[in-house]
């Protein structure tokens, strides 16, 4: 799995990631802001166009370890917080 270019480094901030939606979201976020195609993020990350559309809008049944994969790609890391 390659990483997507990211020259810019800019921060995507601090999100609270409460559902599968919200996980989508911040990913289409990071996605668009380096300015990736699905297609593009689909094959740096080694899935398919139809999983990234498909985690991007926030299907609850998307694969944990794919999705992780993606956020790696895109260089994020999700964080646990005690609440």
Do not use: W, Y
Not at 11 to 21: A, Q, R, T, W
Not at 60 to 79: E, F, M
């Amino acid at each position: 799995m390659q990483s997507v270019q990211n020259d810019n480094k800019v921060p995507i901030g601090n999100m609270n990631i409460i559902d599968s939606k919200t996980l989508g979201e911040a990913i289409r976020a990071a996605r668009k802001r380096l300015k990736v195609t699905q297609k593009d993020l689909a094959l740096a990350s080694g899935t398919g166009l139809r999983f990234i559309i498909e985690l991007e809008q926030g299907k609850p049944s998307c694969h944990l370890g794919k999705a992780l994969g993606i956020l790696q790609t895109l260089g994020l890391h999700l964080k646990l917080v005690e609440s």
